[in-house]
């Protein structure tokens, strides 16, 4: 296959699956920015997590939160589980990699407040035990995930949210999780600001 027309081949499967997926993904991707709407409205905190790829997207939403997106505006209560070193080596070394969310959620999360778990097959342990926990300090998760939603779907309880991304490549679902993070984004600020 010419190079070219590979590259051109990304671009439509990643448009098409948007495009297939666009009215399933709405009502989720609604209902996850009014939970965090609430949250932050009355004084919560968001904290998000994930692997790799969903790592930097964990990191990429809690900066557009606590910075800005598109508008002026106070910054939002969001924070990235994944940053410090410190803290994610010393779980890791002291206890185990699979605790290394669970643990700050723990320290970190209060009632009222919010969890962000990301991860593309929905079945990173690590995140998954994050959603545990988020569950025990009374918070309530949003459900980033891809293929059939995996541990991470049967791990929710009612008032969670899940969005999964029905596809089975790890690119294209990355993709539409970027963009359902902009769409969270954007209605989070339209419910604060209006047009």
Known sequence: MDINKRIAQHFTDSAELKLKLKDELAQPIHEAAQLFFNCVANDGKILCCGNGGSAADAQH????????????????????????????TSIANDYDFNQIFSKQVNALGLPGDSLLAISTSGNSANVVAAIHAAHTRDMR??????????????????GDVLICVKAKSTARIQEVHLLSLHCLCDVIDYLLLGE
Do not use: C, H, I, Q
């Open 141 to 158: 998760v949003v459900a980033l995930t891809g293929r059939d939603g995996g541990e991470m779907a049967a791990a929710l309880r009612e």
């Open 61 to 88: 939403f809690s900066a557009e939160l606590l910075n800005r997106f598109e508008k002026e505006r106070p910054g939002l209560a969001a924070v990235a589980l994944t940053t410090d070193s410190s803290v994610l």
